[in-house]
């Protein structure tokens, strides 16, 4: 469990860092950590909330509050265990012509 947790803790920072930085997080880096979050349940190593929880540590490290804050209470119902709401924001379109 150690190993992974911390595999797993190192992901997490290094997505929310990026994202915090204004860069973009590559998908397959998310969806593998989202992968490892769901064999960590499976093989009951964690429970999905103590994983949420140790992400929400992370994410508060990297952006100085908690994914509640920013995603609203019911983020969870957006983005349900194992997904991890690492999507950078999107850029501001402004139109190039009159029309």
């Known amino acids: 469990m150690e190993v992974l947790t911390s595999e797993l803790i190192q992901r997490w ?5 990026a994202l915090a930085g204004g ?3 590559p998908p397959a880096l998310r969806l593998r950590a989202e992968g490892m979050m769901e064999a960590a349940a499976l093989l009951e190593l964690a429970s999905p909330a103590q994983l949420v929880s140790q992400m929400d540590e992370c994410y508060r490290a990297a952006f100085g509050r ?5 995603y609203g209470e019911d983020w969870q119902d957006f983005y349900p265990f194992p997904q991890i709401p690492a999507m950078a924001k999107r850029a501001p379109v402004y139109p190039s012509t009159k029309d």
Request: glycine share 8%; hydrophobic share 45%; aromatic share 8%.
């Open 66 to 70: 908690g994914m509640a804050q920013d």
């Open 13 to 17: 920072r290094t997505m929310f860092a």
């Open 23 to 25: 860069s973009d997080v």
